[in-house]
């Protein structure tokens, strides 16, 4: 019973390889490296170096290590990025899950997972937001997860096909038990940031906005910790080999917290008090984003381990102090 997991050298997906093997499943990883690390995967679990995107190889892969389900990670993340080259992120995140999409279909592998966003919401006119809410994307990165939503659910029409797709809010933290982490070069997130500030990799950091309508004029978004959502990928696997049909889900915890507080939390943690600036918006940033969550909670028994942000914090700085340790990062 092999679980394909695209993308398992990357943040996400080498916490999903740990979460499976934890849970004495059969992971393979299929990942080009193009912003993952080889060496975030475990060496007992079997690696392919291969583009998702690939029909025909994926379609040999899947047949020839008799795939059971496909957990898929693998995509372009950088939303700031997307805007400026967007055909970058309709191809490797729209046109590669279309060519994974087929693969499955030909080789009969009829459970799929998919790493959404809640970027498919754009400015939700009400938090928390529910997943009926109008999906009005801002960006070519929510716009190119939208579209492969689509096809997820036309293909599960036409075919013997059953789909989960989970719209991640923010995810952040680290495997509580140090295995993995967050290795991303130059990465955007607020937490991974304020976490290399911390440590003294960057001599300052910056926050995007001061005067948004807001608890205290910065930016709030829902934090998940990354093992709370790979878990929740675990039950939505479990659901589908009972037979549970497609569904469309929020992943998030149904509250805020600003980047004031977030910064504040960092601080505490680590004990560091670094150069905070204050400066303009970022463009394309939402005041607030908070997942309505009942759905996923109901569906999956989904029950939050750690719904805490001093323990996401405190679980990221220890993988970056780690990073350093080990002269990764
Ligand atoms: N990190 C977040 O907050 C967040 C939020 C919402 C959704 N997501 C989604 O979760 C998924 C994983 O994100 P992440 O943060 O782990 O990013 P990541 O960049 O760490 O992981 C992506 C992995 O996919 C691999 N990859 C990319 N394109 C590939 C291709 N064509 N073929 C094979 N491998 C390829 C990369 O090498 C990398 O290992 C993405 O689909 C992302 O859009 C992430
Ligand atoms: O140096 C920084 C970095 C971020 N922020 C702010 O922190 C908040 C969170 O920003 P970030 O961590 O970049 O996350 P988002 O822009 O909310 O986007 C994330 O969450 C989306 C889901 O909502 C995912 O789709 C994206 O991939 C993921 O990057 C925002 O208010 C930012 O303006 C700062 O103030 N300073």
Redesign the pocket.
């Known amino acids: 019973m092999t679980v394909l997991i ?9 916490h999903m390889v740990r979460c499976l093997l934890d849970a004495g499943e059969t992971p393979l990883v ?8 080889d060496w ?1 995967i475990p060496e007992t679990v079997p690696f392919l170096q ?5 029909i025909a190889r994926m379609e040999t892969i899947l047949r020839e290590h008799a795939v059971e389900a496909v957990i ?6 950088v939303l700031p990025e997307s805007v400026s080259n967007p055909l970058k992120y309709y191809r ?2 729209t046109a ?1 899950s279309r060519n994974l999409i087929e693969a499955c279909v030909t080789a009969g592998v009829d459970k799929f997972i ?6 498919v919401y754009g400015d939700p006119d009400e938090v928390p937001v529910r997943e009926d809410a109008p999906l009005r994307p801002q960006s070519p ?1 929510g716009l190119s ?1 939208l579209m492969t939503e689509l096809m997820l659910k036309d293909v599960a029409a036409a075919h013997p096909f059953r789909y989960t797709a989970l ?6 933290g680290a495997d509580p038990k140090g295995r993995t982490g ?3 070069l130059n990465a955007t ?1 607020l937490i991974k940031i304020a976490c290399e500030t911390a440590l003294g990799k960057r001599d300052h950091m910056t926050i995007f906005g001061t005067d948004y309508p807001t608890v205290d004029g910065t930016g709030v978004r829902d934090y998940i910790h ?1 093992w709370d959502l790979v878990e929740a990928h675990r039950l939505a696997l479990l659901r589908l080999r009972a037979g549970g049909d497609s569904v469309v889900m929020n992943c998030g915890y149904g509250r805020g917290s600003s980047v004031r507080q977030v910064i504040d939390a960092v601080q505490a943690a680590s004990g560091a008090r670094f150069d905070v600036r204050l400066g303009d918006r970022r463009p394309g940033d939402m005041p607030e984003v908070i997942a309505a969550n009942d759905l996923i909670t109901r569906e999956l028994n989904w029950k939050p381990q750690l719904d805490d942000l001093s323990a996401i914090i405190r679980h990221a700085l220890d993988w970056e102090a780690a990073l350093s340790r080990r002269n990764r990062i």
Do not use: E
């Open positions: 695209t993308g398992g050298a990357g943040y996400i997906g080498s299929v990942d080009n490296l193009v912003t993952g690390f975030l291969a583009d998702v995107g690939d898929h990670f693998a995509g372009s993340v490797n995140n590669v998919f790493s959404s966003t809640a970027a990165y997860k719209r991640y809010f923010n995810v952040a967050q290795a991303t997130n990354v």
